[in-house]
């Protein structure tokens, strides 16, 4: 039994650092902009966890802006764009697109629902 044990502990020591989790920074959210729409339209975060918005545009110019939060970008086609964001009160806030895109512009926009992170 002895040996037995042994064996196991040097196991356990030797898959240790297998099982351990690396901090892998900020989870990225990847959204969408085309031609009246975001992708995702709703997005859930948690109160005080950073997170970086990558933006992308499949068509033409759009902006995202998030007023409550002070979060604004231009985004352009074929260019993807990473914001670094960590909203800092819990609620339902509204974000749109503030470059006018065409004919159904003023519908595009979006949800950002923050929870408290407890």
Same mark, same amino acid.
């Given at each position: 039994?002895?040996?037995?044990?042994?064996?196991?502990?040097?196991?356990?020591?030797?898959?240790?650092?297998?099982?351990?989790?690396?901090?892998?920074?900020?989870?990225?959210?990847?959204?969408?902009?085309?031609?009246?729409?975001?992708? /995702?339209?709703?997005?859930?975060?948690?109160?005080?966890?950073?997170?970086?918005?990558?933006?992308?545009?499949?068509?033409?110019?759009?902006?995202?802006?998030? /007023?409550?939060?002070?979060?604004?970008?231009?985004?352009? /086609?074929?260019?993807?764009?990473?914001?670094?964001?960590?909203?800092?009160?819990?609620?339902?806030?509204?974000?749109?697109?503030?470059?006018?895109?065409?004919?159904?512009?003023?519908?595009?926009?979006?949800?950002?629902?923050?929870?408290?992170?407890?």
């Amino acid at each position: 039994m002895n040996h037995y044990l042994k064996k196991c502990l040097l196991c356990m020591l030797l898959l240790a650092p297998l099982t351990a989790t690396a901090d892998t920074g900020p989870t990225v959210i990847v959204i969408k902009a085309s031609k009246f729409l975001f992708q /995702p339209a709703k997005i859930e975060l948690k109160k005080g966890q950073t997170v970086i918005l990558e933006f992308t545009s499949s068509d033409r110019m759009h902006g995202f802006s998030l /007023p409550d939060f002070a979060v604004r970008a231009d985004i352009e /086609p074929g260019n993807p764009l990473r914001v670094s964001f960590t909203p800092d009160k819990a609620g339902s806030f509204v974000f749109r697109c503030d470059i006018f895109c065409g004919d159904g512009h003023e519908e595009m926009a979006g949800e950002i629902i923050v929870r408290d992170g407890g």
